[in-house]
């Protein structure tokens, strides 16, 4: 086999590792995508519930200065019936305690029902929150992992690389723009064997002479179907 043909068999093996490498990069980091997005999810519904419950606590604080207010009302009221001297005045004054009563019911009733309404979102919070902690104690774990693997296979990446560079520098250049076409245009594979007479890259049975020349000439030829760049197989 011709040198340059070895050196484009090593550079397509390296191209073909890196693809792989990329592929399992691509799935990698998908994943911790995934995990990201997973606690952004579980975080996210943690924090609404947290803000819908500081809404109802600044309702419920709200309510409770109303209550106190009319609380007082009605004790100022009731204090001046002594003082009253007319039956009208006096008939008047109760009939706005009775209102400012009636008020307090009212403003009780809303309390009550904003604690229930509190006490279900805190403990759906504290849910949500148990969750969170899970999920994240889950996610941090894996990542980590994930991270590991990625800066690995980056490292890795790195050195083959740099062969790769190297291997790419010992070619002709016109002969690396025919490789490094193929290599987009033929699913990673530029280089391949001609056995039994034909291209095994697209199964095309080559022209005898052309298939003869392989064993002597010193250019690299090509399949006329798929235009791979072709060695000689034994068989």
């Known amino acids: 086999m011709q040198e340059k043909l070895i ?3 090593k550079l397509q093996d390296i191209d073909q590792g890196l693809n ?3 592929r399992q990069l691509s799935v990698l980091e998908s994943e911790a995508e995934e995990l990201t997005a997973e606690r952004g999810r579980v975080e996210g519904m943690a924090t609404t519930l947290g803000e819908e419950l500081a809404g109802l606590e600044t309702q419920l604080s709200e309510l409770d ?3 106190s207010i009319e609380q007082d009302n009605v004790g100022k009221a009731e204090g001046r019936l002594p003082a009253i001297k007319t039956q009208k005045e006096y008939v008047a004054v109760l009939k706005e305690i009775d209102t400012a009563k009636k008020v307090n019911k009212e403003i009780q009733d809303k309390i009550k029902n904003k604690n229930e309404e509190i006490a ?5 919070k504290a849910e949500k929150d148990a969750e969170l902690a899970e999920v994240s104690a889950r996610t941090a774990e894996r990542a980590a ?3 590991a693997q990625i800066d690995e296979i980056k490292a890795n990446t790195s050195a083959r690389e740099t062969e ?3 291997l790419f520098a ?3 250049p016109q002969l690396g723009k025919r490789y490094q076409v193929l290599i987009e245009r033929r699913n990673g594979v530029a280089v391949v064997i001609a056995h039994k007479g034909a291209c095994t890259g697209c199964n095309m049975l080559l022209p005898p002479q052309l298939f ?5 000439t010193r250019e690299i030829l090509s399949c006329p179907l798929c235009s791979r760049l072709l060695y000689v197989g034994e068989g």
């Open 20 to 22: 792989d490498v990329r």
């Open 212 to 216: 003869n020349n392989l064993y002597t």
């Open 120 to 124: 279900a979102i805190a403990a759906e």
């Open 145 to 147: 992992l994930i991270q």
């Open 7 to 9: 050196i484009l068999k």
């Open 65 to 67: 200065c109303s209550l």
């Open 170 to 172: 010992q070619i002709p």
């Open 164 to 166: 790769r560079k190297e």
